[in-house]
């Protein structure tokens, strides 16, 4: 008989945010189109990065063009790693600019600082930096030559909430930093972001651009009561996932199996990577036996030069968008009897 996995849910059942939702319910509260949930989510936030401005809105794809917006980013260019969350590419052509990609470390997932002066130019507008599948981007590096060039810096911590960095939390380096509540996230309410910033001009343009009457780009108040108490157990949810990484790697290395491409160290974990070849079909035989993975971003090293400009060589992204498997968080959060059946499994040849 071949081996499955029992079925994994996410989000978790918790009494915390069962009673949060129950509350806002019975108070009528979670049909204000502004209230005490959102504000008390928005004081958590600002406590939490030090941010002097928040702003919640639907989703973090949103959030990711609202920052651009912020800081003005119009006509001109904006740098990523051409390996990156496809939405971040479509938000800077959604504000006019074009996209400069720069090839990821290799073997990694983040940003090379070494490609930042090619892909530099007088019509640079901004730079964003993601923090992918457990690592965590190189941020005094990337912070002193933003500053040394005079280009803001949006900090996409959508997978990485928690983590830290030479003393600092991720989302504190950039000019701006956005968070992402979608559904299969650490911290999730189905859909929603927030924007994060201590420049109160950015935080003015967004609160500009987003008022139609009412704000067009919102977060519930049902949202913002049930992420508050996930806030509060972030830490302690994040240390979780830590143990079960840790527990995975000893077991797939009883196992010879594959290595898991992540620096947990740094605290915060969305989906941890490894990399081999026919990946397609490894993913395919993994999801058939229950495992929650998944393939890597396909990249935009492919995309036309009317897209984007391409500075240097994007191999180290061509590599990661080919070979990557994705390991969903939620199986960190299971029991050694789970990750035993995991690792066989991920062991297979």
């Known amino acids: 008989m071949p081996i499955t996995l029992p079925p994994l849910p996410w989000p978790l059942e918790d009494p915390a945010i069962a009673e949060a939702a129950r509350a806002a319910i019975a108070d009528g509260s979670w049909g204000q189109y502004e209230g005490r949930h959102g504000e008390r989510l928005r004081q958590q936030i600002r406590e939490r990065w030090s941010a002097s401005h928040v702003t919640l809105c639907c989703s973090g794809t949103m959030a990711m063009e609202l920052a651009l917006r912020g800081l003005r980013v119009q006509a001109g260019e904006v740098i990523l ?74 900090e996409d911590v959508c997978q990485s909430p928690g983590a830290a960095s030479d003393g600092r939390l991720a989302g504190q380096w950039g000019d701006v930093a956005t968070l992402s509540f ?12 927030a924007v994060l910033t201590s420049r109160e001009e950015v935080s003015q343009r967004i609160l500009v651009y987003s008022e139609r009457g009412n704000n067009a780009f919102p977060l519930s108040e049902l949202q913002a009561a049930v992420l508050a108490p996930q806030l509060d157990q972030l830490d302690a949810m994040n240390e979780r996932r830590r143990l079960g990484i840790a527990q995975l790697r000893r077991l797939l290395n009883e196992r010879s199996g594959p290595e898991l491409l992540l620096d947990d160290s740094h605290g915060a974990v969305f989906r941890a990577a490894w990399r081999q070849p026919a990946r397609d079909e490894e993913v395919a035989r993994l999801s058939a036996a229950g495992a929650p993975v998944g393939a890597g971003f396909r990249g935009f090293g492919r995309r036309s030069s009317r897209r984007c400009r391409k500075p240097v060589d994007l191999s180290e992204s061509a590599i990661a968008a080919e070979s990557t498997l994705l390991l969903h968080h939620r199986a960190l959060l299971a029991d050694e009897s789970y990750l035993t059946i995991l690792a066989d499994l991920m062991a297979a040849r």
């Open 81 to 154: 790693a051409a390996y990156d969350f496809p939405g971040n590419f479509r938000a800077v052509e959604s504000v006019g600019a074009s996209p400069v990609l720069v090839d990821v470390e290799p073997g990694r997932y983040t940003l090379n600082p070494q490609h930042l002066d090619a892909a530099f130019s007088p019509q640079t507008q901004a730079l964003i930096v993601s923090h992918l599948h457990g690592e965590l981007a190189p941020m005094s590096q990337l912070r002193q030559w933003a500053d040394a060039h005079g280009v803001p810096m949006v």
């Open 182 to 193: 979608g559904g299969s996230k650490l911290l999730t309410a189905g859909r929603g972001g």
